[in-house]
């Protein structure tokens, strides 16, 4: 199927989730003093869409050199977000902590990777790429375009906190961990079922 700029737009933030993955940031992001959520939030998006732009370009090279397989990519990812969705469900969040057990500024993981630029993602603009090279400079607009939407919706997470409460979200939030969960095991299945049968 061939995309256009409006389509891989729609695509790629269907793939990125933001709504979806909003409980998580919230929860996340509680360990963030307040006047640094807006910075860590720009942050994480931006590492998040440098290493979708880097995969977009380098994806396929990069896997060859290491040997490795979009399916045991998908496979690690399922596997990540499944410890994710547990600690939603069991815990009281899934904030990041630093070594002497307090909570610290998450880098990276788990919202940059694999929140953002998840399997998924990656698997997404992989294919963008490989199919219509010709059309690169679409598949990065509409990328940059998805981020930003998604990138706005975390910077209003603490907002949107306020406005429907702590029990709201703390039941919204345990709601998605099942869901993530279900979503998790289907990357693994998926994975583990094109490595055994192929892509069919």
Known sequence: ?????????????????????????????KGVAPERRTI???????IAFTVLIAFMLSGRGFLHLMRLSERSLEVAGGVILLIIAIRMIFQSGVEVYAGDG?????LIFPLAVPLLAGPSAMATVLLLASRQPDRLVDWIGALTAAMGVSGAVLMAAGRIRKLIGHSMVSAIEKLMGLVLTAIAVEMVLAGLKRYFFGDS
Request: proline content about 10%; charged content about 15%.
């Open 1 to 29: 199927m061939a995309h256009n700029f409006l389509s891989a737009f729609v695509l790629l933030l269907l793939v990125l989730d933001p709504l979806g993955s909003l409980p998580i940031f919230i929860s996340v992001m």
């Open 40 to 46: 860590v939030a720009v942050r994480e998006v931006a």
């Open 102 to 106: 307090k909570p610290r500024e998450p």
